[in-house]
């Protein structure tokens, strides 16, 4: 099995940073999309950030010149970095890849899911 494990969540004053890592890892064959999705309380789930394999990166506009995703391909993992953390960032961050697990290429790409980790900006 795949698992998507993040971390890096936690308490931020107005105005800080945090660094959100992802790393996936199982029998992992290749890793296509990565991305960055959040949660606020009573709110649907909205994308944040996504990375291709060859490391073409979007974002949506409320974290443009905030925050960049970035991804490590060998070490399977990929991070965002938050800046000028407002209060309207308040959320539950997952992370969301598509994965090949076993040893083929022959094997359906999955998405896959992280458990969720918290991210609340306040004073």
């Known amino acids: 099995q795949v698992q998507l494990v993040e971390s890096g969540g936690g308490l931020v004053q107005p105005g800080g940073s945090l660094r959100l890592s992802c790393a996936a890892s199982g029998r992992i064959f290749s890793i296509y999309d990565m991305a960055w999705y959040r949660q606020a309380p009573g709110k649907q789930r909205d994308t944040v950030a996504g990375i291709t394999s060859g490391g073409t990166s979007n974002y949506e506009d409320f974290v443009k010149g905030r925050f960049t995703i970035s991804r490590d391909n060998a070490k399977n993992t990929v991070y965002l970095q938050m800046n000028s953390l407002k209060p309207e960032d308040t959320a539950v961050y997952y992370c969301?890849?598509?994965?090949?697990?076993?040893?083929?290429?022959?094997?359906?790409?999955?998405?896959?899911w992280g458990q969720g980790t918290q991210v609340t900006v306040s004073s």
């Open positions: 969301y890849a598509v994965i090949r697990s076993g040893g083929s290429i022959s094997t359906p790409p999955n998405t896959c």
